[in-house]
């Protein structure tokens, strides 16, 4: 039979986008305007694929009403759904930098910015609930569940473009309402990082597996997406409304990056240990996480300058060409034994 999307499909279109990141980065970091082309031809083909899935997705659920209530028991499916909110951050931050960033674009993004928070604080919360509220497998506890909480943190990837001093559209008391929620949304990933991390981390201990091994590499994303908001915060000093010193900042995303490179660096050797395995969607943790520490290590090299950080982005950019090179020969495998079962 065909294959169905549910939401562990999203990553797909979220690692696609991850490679016009890279592409992006790599126009900055070396001043070669071939990648931002590349860039964004990968950009447009994320959004189809957005679209495809997307809508695949809906019919799904429009079709059999009941799946909305078995995947919501389903933790990692219910975790999954955040992505939709990242997507909605992506595409809005790639809209300014390859299409338009207008007076009127940027505030209708400031609204997707809204919805997508939304969405992602949702999910977050019924997750929780789930995991206060019913009899949990111990294997169901693994770093997918941290998903929601890496997601609620991007939010800074489209309001941190679209916010002051990036553009002077958006007026104060938009700004600071958006950097309230950017606060608030780090407090609690940060939390959860430590309480549900810690759980998840257990698990993987006593229940090994090499199907949830890529979701090793989950925690990468999180530490470096707390990084990427320490960094920016000191950007909205002027307001008045907080104050985060620019040196603490850049010191305690230092710290969260001597912890993002040994958690990658374990990752990817389990990563080489089961290359020859078949893996299931899950695969795709080994990418979106890799491209949210590029880019928090970006962010360091343009604070810092120091080689050890244009070497660690240089490396990052093969690194995820690789992952997603990978990640797709086990997606196509994937299709065509779901065609081959008709």
Same mark, same amino acid.
């Given at each position: 039979?065909?294959? @169905?999307?549910?939401?562990?499909?999203?990553?797909? #279109?979220?690692?696609?986008?991850?490679l016009s990141?890279?592409?992006w !980065?790599?126009s900055?970091?070396?001043? %070669?305007? #071939?990648? &931002?082309?590349?860039? @964004?031809?990968?950009?447009?083909?994320?959004?189809?694929?957005?679209?495809?899935?997307?809508s695949?997705?809906?019919?799904? %659920?429009?079709?059999?009403?009941?799946?909305?209530?078995?995947?919501?028991? @389903?933790?990692? =499916?219910?975790?999954?759904?955040?992505? /939709?909110?990242? /997507?909605?951050?992506v595409?809005?931050?790639?809209?300014?930098?390859?299409?338009?960033?207008?007076?009127? #674009?940027?505030?209708?993004?400031?609204?997707?910015?809204?919805?997508?928070?939304?969405?992602?604080?949702?999910?977050?919360?019924l997750?929780?609930?789930?995991?206060?509220s019913?009899?949990i497998?111990?294997?169901?506890l693994?770093?997918?569940?941290?998903?929601?909480?890496?997601a609620?943190?991007?939010?800074?990837?489209?309001?941190?473009?679209i916010?002051?001093?990036?553009?002077?559209?958006?007026?104060?008391e938009?700004?600071?309402?958006?950097?309230?929620?950017?606060?608030?949304?780090?407090?609690?990933?940060?939390?959860?990082?430590?309480f549900i991390?810690?759980?998840?981390?257990?698990?993987?201990?006593?229940?090994?597996?090499?199907?949830?091994?890529p979701?090793?590499?989950?925690?990468?994303g999180?530490?470096?997406?707390?990084?990427?908001n320490?960094? !920016?915060?000191?950007?909205?000093?002027? &307001?008045?409304?907080?104050?985060?010193?620019?040196?603490?900042?850049?010191?305690?995303?230092?710290?969260?990056?001597?912890?993002?490179?040994?958690?990658?660096?374990?990752?990817?050797?389990l990563?080489? =240990?089961?290359?020859?395995?078949?893996?299931?969607?899950t695969v795709?943790?080994?990418?979106?996480?890799?491209?949210?520490?590029?880019?928090?290590?970006?962010l360091?090299?343009?604070e810092? @300058?120091?080689?050890?950080?244009l070497?660690?982005?240089?490396?990052?950019?093969?690194? !995820?060409?690789?992952?997603?090179?990978?990640?797709?020969?086990?997606?196509?495998?994937?299709?065509?034994?779901?065609?081959?079962?008709?």
């Amino acid at each position: 039979m065909a294959p @169905k999307p549910a939401s562990e499909w999203f990553p797909i #279109v979220l690692g696609t986008m991850v490679l016009s990141l890279v592409s992006w !980065i790599d126009s900055i970091v070396f001043n %070669y305007n #071939v990648f &931002l082309g590349i860039g @964004k031809i990968i950009y447009f083909i994320g959004i189809i694929l957005f679209i495809l899935i997307f809508s695949l997705w809906s019919y799904r %659920y429009i079709s059999n009403p009941r799946l909305i209530k078995e995947d919501f028991n @389903k933790l990692n =499916r219910l975790s999954f759904t955040s992505f /939709l909110g990242v /997507l909605i951050f992506v595409i809005g931050f790639f809209f300014t930098v390859y299409v338009n960033a207008s007076s009127e #674009v940027i505030h209708l993004l400031l609204y997707m910015y809204f919805i997508g928070y939304a969405i992602v604080l949702v999910v977050n919360i019924l997750l929780g609930y789930k995991l206060f509220s019913q009899q949990i497998k111990p294997e169901e506890l693994n770093y997918s569940i941290l998903v929601p909480s890496i997601a609620l943190s991007a939010n800074i990837i489209l309001s941190a473009p679209i916010l002051p001093p990036s553009f002077p559209y958006i007026g104060k008391e938009e700004t600071e309402i958006a950097y309230f929620m950017m606060l608030v949304a780090v407090g609690i990933t940060f939390f959860q990082f430590i309480f549900i991390g810690t759980t998840a981390f257990l698990s993987h201990v006593n229940f090994k597996s090499a199907q949830s091994t890529p979701a090793i590499m989950i925690p990468v994303g999180a530490s470096s997406i707390i990084a990427i908001n320490i960094l !920016i915060f000191p950007s909205y000093n002027y &307001l008045n409304l907080f104050y985060f010193p620019s040196n603490f900042a850049l010191t305690i995303a230092i710290i969260l990056w001597g912890f993002e490179i040994w958690n990658l660096t374990v990752a990817l050797l389990l990563a080489l =240990r089961h290359v020859k395995e078949k893996m299931p969607l899950t695969v795709w943790a080994y990418v979106f996480p890799v491209g949210i520490s590029d880019f928090s290590d970006f962010l360091l090299y343009e604070e810092t @300058k120091l080689p050890v950080f244009l070497w660690s982005v240089s490396v990052m950019s093969v690194a !995820i060409v690789l992952l997603y090179i990978y990640a797709t020969i086990n997606t196509i495998n994937i299709i065509k034994n779901k065609l081959n079962t008709r």
